[in-house]
């Protein structure tokens, strides 16, 4: 169901987009590089699995700041004219409790897991409000899930690396002048090739603090499907990761 409101949210937006950039002849423009460090507060749901075992895990967006773990991310974007280039890079340690199936019912259990993300992408202008971004994510996962038993504790640890293709679309205020600015990128991905889908949403708001410099403010949902092997060896991540950022934007 969430996946299917994406699709529909990112389809939305590009018809929003449509007036084509190329229809109008632009002077040749320097290169622009923006750099943005960020921190990110994550919080997550859904399921994990590792050497078959499961364990569903829930955080609210009530529970984020009560079981807050940090994660650093960046980015960096160039681009002269209609084209450009970049990168993000996510790094996130996370952790929760959640229920696992036991021999006599549900038993409680615990989850300790490292997410790296690391994105590179082309990108080309739409119009003064809308940029199209495609190309490839890395993802790595380490996991360790503690699982409470009747008798003992049982602990299993696993970690897997796989790429996904990623298609994204970002709407954006028009460059003026103005002091403030907003954006929200928004991405689907996966399509089976890695994950078996995947999607990202993430709005921002600043203000520029001088020509060269802004902070932002936003809040980042990013959600993975992906599994492989089954029973014994099955590795599953189907969670959402959503928290909270802050950061700077620094542009040269």
Do not use: C
Not at 18 to 27: D, R
Not at 92 to 101: D, E, F, R, Y
Not at 127 to 151: H, Q, T, V
Not at 228 to 236: A, I, N, P, R
């Amino acid at each position: 169901m969430r996946n299917t409101f994406v699709i529909s949210l990112v389809v939305s937006l590009a018809l929003v987009a449509g007036a084509p950039a190329w229809a109008h002849a632009q002077a040749p423009e320097a290169w622009k590089v923006t750099v943005a460090p960020y921190l990110m507060g994550a919080a997550m749901s859904g399921t994990v699995a590792v050497a078959g075992q499961e364990l569903d895990v829930d955080m609210s967006a009530s529970d984020i700041f009560s079981n807050l773990q940090f994660g650093a991310m960046g980015l960096v974007v160039a681009r002269k004219g209609n084209w450009g280039a970049g990168g993000d890079a996510i790094w996130m340690s996370l952790g929760a409790n959640g229920t696992a199936p036991g021999p006599l019912g549900r038993v409680t259990g615990s989850a300790d897991m490292s997410q790296g993300a690391f994105a590179f992408y082309g990108l080309r202008r739409l119009a003064s409000y809308a940029d199209l971004f495609f190309g490839g994510r890395i993802n790595y996962l380490s996991a360790n899930l503690r699982i409470n038993g009747p008798l003992n504790v049982r602990s299993i640890d696993g970690s897997k690396t796989w790429f996904d293709p990623i298609v994204g679309l970002q709407l954006k205020t028009p460059d003026t002048g103005s002091r403030w600015h907003a954006q929200v990128y928004t991405e689907i991905g996966g399509f089976g090739a890695g994950s078996t889908f995947t999607w990202q949403v993430f709005p921002t708001f600043g203000v520029n603090l001088a020509k060269w410099v802004s902070l932002d403010f936003g809040y980042r949902w990013l959600d993975i499907d992906y599994s492989s092997g089954e029973d014994e060896t099955l590795f599953k991540w189907d969670v959402l990761t959503q928290g909270p950022v802050l950061g700077f934007g620094f542009r040269f």
